[in-house]
DNA sequence: CCAAAAGTGTTGCCGGTACACCCATGG
DNA sequence: CCATGGGTGTACCGGCAACACTTTTGG
């Protein structure tokens, strides 16, 4: 099962499948499957990712393994979760069908209790912004740090002083600039700026 | 699969079996089994553990989960990882057979790149040691804070400094004082102290 | 009297947080 | 001319690391 976050309008969302089969047929869920003959764990959660969203070169890590999810089902359940910016996600699945993302802050029950994945989900990615550059996996290659400051706020779920957040990122090296600047709207250009690294580099 | 710490002798050490049956015969692994009907997985995970150890009540969190150790291995392994203090141990393994523990410093290699899984779970537990209460599980009830202080140069690797250390876990609401004090040996009598919670607290 | 361990304060540095104003542009 | 968003500096506070000497006791 996988967890797919991706920050649309300001806000955390999360991509789930309507269930066209019983058990918990109509209900929402996390998308998932099974593990194919000679298939790798993080191999089938790149599988199952690049089926939803159409990426495959973004964050993506094992989270926990669950067992006795929902009642009757004695099975264990490996997640992993993963980080994609929806810009990105258009390039090929835009013919298809694209699967519905649901804000965090306005889900109800899902199917299975996958409602405890997905805070547990949440957590480990509120956790990992902190010392991580994870969120390189949310925003394009080149961004405006208002842009990067947003998609922290959406996660977080609180406001951050611009001064502060720039000092952080710029200082320890999380980011640099690219020298280029964009000109958007009604105000003066911006710099633009770069992720150091797409590893999970740890400060 | 158990990954099982503890620290003796102001080393940390792991709990190994010899294999007895193929594949890999003779060679030291971390201790396993398979799930049984009905079981959870923390639960044969616990089960495992009083096996080796005779022990229940301690730190037993899950660690990761594994797939493909070994060459023609192609099953998943869920790992859990446990802290348990020796003296406890004795209290039920007494005269049953020891399983024996190794320095972890010392070792080889071992069975189906368990060195693999033995490395992660050192690096969790020297994080969580940073940040939570985990060493209540690798000390009596009642201790004082030098023996305390080894536990923690045991698993870090490092000296740390004597009044720096106090500090943190007095100051911090680790550790709170009992007011009994200990006699042992040709020095002062040294002040008790017990931890203030056994969850795995997060500061 | 000596070895062994317990106990105790101060200082400097750094990272985190709080806080307010000016500037360039497009409409 | 005004609305929008970009950009910038300072002051305080708390945690963290470095650092050395005195006390008690058993042998």
Redesign the pocket.
């Known amino acids: 099962m996988v967890v797919i976050f991706t920050v649309e309008q300001d806000g955390l969302s999360v991509l789930l499948i309507e269930r066209a089969a019983p058990p918990c047929r109509g209900q929402w869920a996390l998308p998932g499957g099974l593990l194919r003959p000679g298939e790798s764990l993080q191999g089938a959660a790149g599988r199952k990712l690049a089926d939803e969203t159409g990426v495959s070169d973004v964050f993506l890590e094992q989270l926990y393994t669950f067992d006795r999810l929902g009642e009757g089902q004695a099975d264990t359940v490996v997640t992993y979760f993963a980080l994609v910016d929806i810009a990105r996600t258009r390039l090929r699945a835009e013919l298809e069908w694209q699967p519905p993302r649901h804000r965090v802050r306005e889900l109800e029950r899902l199917a299975f209790e996958n409602e405890r994945i997905l805070a547990y989900a949440q957590e480990r990615l509120r956790n990992k912004l902190?010392y991580t550059n994870v969120a390189y996996s949310l925003l394009p290659r080149r961004f405006?740090?208002?842009?990067m400051?947003r998609v922290y706020e959406a996660i977080l779920g609180e406001t951050?002083?611009?001064?502060?957040f720039?000092?952080?990122v710029v200082?320890?090296g999380i980011v640099r600039e690219t020298g280029q600047?964009e000109?958007?709207?009604?105000?003066?250009?911006?710099?633009l700026y770069e992720f150091t690294s797409r590893e999970p580099m740890i400060l």
Chains 1, 2 share one sequence.
């Open positions: 902190e405006t740090l208002t842009r400051q951050l002083d611009k001064r502060n720039r000092r952080r200082g320890l600047t000109k958007t709207g009604a105000h003066r250009p911006a710099m």
